[in-house]
């Protein structure tokens, strides 16, 4: 029985027969899509995130596509569970944890995880800079396909990657938003200041770039990294997400967004984020949506 799996970038499909674990090797449903070495005989099947391994793409079977970059900042009570979390889903290739002059233990455990897991990264600012220059040497030093923004905290489940990945993966987006605003089933109640917040920004942010996103200020974005890395990020703190926002728009790339769990914490449990942060968002909307005139469109390799 031959069922469709993934369609290649010249809108053919692979079929895998699940019956009996063959593919179908048609020579007129190929296109750029190939068979790899790893099963006796040499034919065997490169099976990777849900899909077939697309040539000159991704990695090694078994590789994950995904550089997670975590910032942190004095997260020594959550940093350990949150990289035991981000490291056992499938798509996770590489974490990339930036302590951004941290005070407390969030560096020794960072460096223990280097230990554990090969695919763990430790980067490292003697002090403190803030988030987006902490993501700025994040981005730069990732190396797998895609990258995603992971906060140290537990507000954002890994789970999720899968969803937010696969319009990447598809072909369908060049970036892609995990909103915690796209719920239609039980949710958990936010904070009704601090969500009216985000919402204000978020539409004063559509109205300058002109993308209709339902959460801008969103932590789960997830980039191709040739995107990203093609990116000067100049802001040092929060500022990175009304930006970042504002330059996708400029280079008329594919933006998609999903639904994503959200768990909030306080103050009290480490929230950094602050209204001078908000006034500082602001700022950041106009200056790189109007006072910043350079725009440059994202060409796309077709290869």
């Not at 190929?30 to 065997?44: D, F, H, R, T």
Request: glycine share 10%.
């Amino acid at each position: 029985m031959l069922n469709p799996i993934v369609r290649n970038q010249r809108g053919n499909w692979w079929f895998f027969d699940q019956l009996t674990g063959a593919g179908n090797q048609r020579p007129e449903l190929l296109g750029n899509w190939k068979w790899g070495g790893g099963i006796e005989g040499g034919i065997g099947l490169d099976w990777f995130c849900g899909g077939w391994k697309k040539s000159g793409v991704l990695g090694k079977t078994g590789d994950g596509c995904l550089s997670v970059v975590v910032p942190t900042f004095n997260e020594e009570a959550t940093l350990a569970h949150v990289l035991g979390q981000v490291l056992a889903q499938r798509l996770t290739g590489e974490v990339i944890v930036v302590d951004d002059g941290s005070v407390d233990a969030t560096a020794k455990i960072a460096r223990e995880w280097v230990e554990k897991d090969a695919r763990v990264r430790f980067l490292e600012h003697e002090k403190n800079q803030g988030k987006g220059a902490a993501l700025r040497t994040g981005f730069a030093a990732a190396k797998k396909p895609f990258v995603i923004v992971q906060d140290a905290d537990l507000e954002y489940d890994p789970a999720d990657y899968e969803r937010v990945v696969a319009p990447l993966l598809e072909d369908e987006a060049d970036v892609v938003y995990g909103s915690r605003y796209l719920r239609k089933d039980t949710r958990r109640v936010l904070r009704f200041w601090h969500t009216t917040g985000n919402r204000f920004l978020t539409l004063a942010s559509n109205m300058m770039s002109d993308l209709y996103v339902s959460d801008m200020e969103t932590c789960y974005k997830c980039f191709r990294r040739e995107v990203i890395q093609a990116i000067k990020i100049e802001e040092e703190r929060f500022g990175f997400e009304p930006e970042v926002t504002a330059k996708l728009a400029k280079m008329r790339l594919r933006v998609m967004e999903t639904a994503v769990n959200y768990h909030p914490r306080g103050y009290d449990e480490g929230k950094k984020i602050g209204w001078k942060d908000g006034v500082r968002a602001l700022w950041c909307i106009l200056k790189f949506n109007i006072l910043n005139r350079e725009a440059t469109e994202w060409k796309r390799d077709e290869k």
